[in-house]
């Protein structure tokens, strides 16, 4: 049975913006300034920003080739959500201000903190979803800042990124009460997804819509949902937005893989079929006309079709 909607109408801030159906994940090192801008030409209504180390950010020799390479935006690049991790409030909220200070576009709508990354890193580093399950507390001080001193709720707002508690039951209690204190603390919205920390590289598994269901069901009014697992092409994005009640789909490796995944290959333009070769051409395009991302194997690595053709292109 389809989840049914928890409100009325889009609250203001998720209006102005356009109310995106189809998003572009935060991927480290993946989702720069070029790749964002081939997903839009294709579907996608709202991208992330590569994850930024609030800490590797502000670092007197490395803050600043850091951020140079970690956050790019130009025209076309509209709406962003930049995404941070960290766990120190003055931290993370002078990495933000480094930010902003990057974009007279004011393409940034939204300001996201990291609490799903699953990689024993983060627990090394205290963000993503070890920092949702150990300290919340931290976690919410941080988004009360961010909100204090960014953003003001209709404008630019702050979001989370979350993770499923493990062990959490059907209830999803655990998970239910910190994504509560999220939002007591200004978060307007909540990506959500439907994995746990332990469900991560070969023991992913499958992704529990059902659960993303009860946790948006769980949200107040005006807080925007967005699912996030388990989508591969554009029949799976549609069967989440029906499945969980959601506000919008978030797709990464699916759109790692096929960029003109939320159009389903069909050329939004004129109706001609969008192939691998083609992506590959114009992700090549965008990066020498950006001179975002050096197009290397490195940053190629996880774009699973896109590697495999852009090396083939730059043989020819």
Request: charged letters at 25%.
């Amino acid at each position: 049975m389809a989840a049914s909607s928890a409100r009325a109408a889009s609250p203001k801030w998720w209006t102005n913006i356009g109310a995106p159906k189809f998003v572009a994940a935060p991927m480290v090192d993946q989702s720069g300034l070029a790749f964002r801008l081939l997903a839009r030409k294709y579907g996608a209504e709202l991208a992330f920003t590569p994850m930024i180390h609030a800490g590797v950010s502000q670092c007197p020799q490395r803050g600043r080739g850091y951020l140079a390479r970690h956050f790019q935006t130009g025209d076309g690049d509209w709406p962003l959500v930049a995404q941070f991790a960290g766990a120190d409030e003055d931290e993370v909220s002078r990495s933000a201000e480094r930010v902003l200070e990057r974009d007279p576009t004011n393409n940034v709508v939204a300001l996201d903190l990291n609490l799903g990354c699953p990689q024993q890193i983060a627990r090394k580093g205290r963000y993503g979803a070890f920092l949702l399950e150990d300290d919340v507390d931290a976690a919410a001080k941080v988004v009360a800042r961010l909100r204090k001193d960014y953003c003001d709720g209709t404008g630019r707002v702050v979001t989370c990124k979350v993770r499923l508690m493990p062990d959490d039951g059907p209830a999803l209690r655990g998970t239910k009460e910190r994504v509560a204190r999220l939002v007591d603390a200004g978060a307007s919205a909540i990506t959500v997804h439907g994995r746990t920390r332990l469900q991560n590289k070969q023991h992913s598994g499958a992704c529990d819509w059902s659960a993303i269901a009860t946790l948006r069901a769980s949200l107040p009014a005006d807080v925007v949902a967005i699912a996030n697992g388990g989508i591969g092409c554009r029949g799976d994005a549609d069967r989440v937005l029906d499945a969980t009640g959601c506000d919008a789909a978030m797709s990464s490796e699916g759109l790692l893989e096929n960029p003109a995944l939320f159009v389903a290959n069909v050329d939004p333009v004129d109706g001609s079929h969008v192939g691998q070769r083609r992506l590959a051409r114009e992700y090549l395009a965008l990066a020498a006309a950006t001179g975002a991302h050096a197009v290397s194997y490195t940053h190629l690595r996880a774009h699973e079709t896109l590697r495999y053709l852009v090396c083939r292109l730059l043989l020819e």
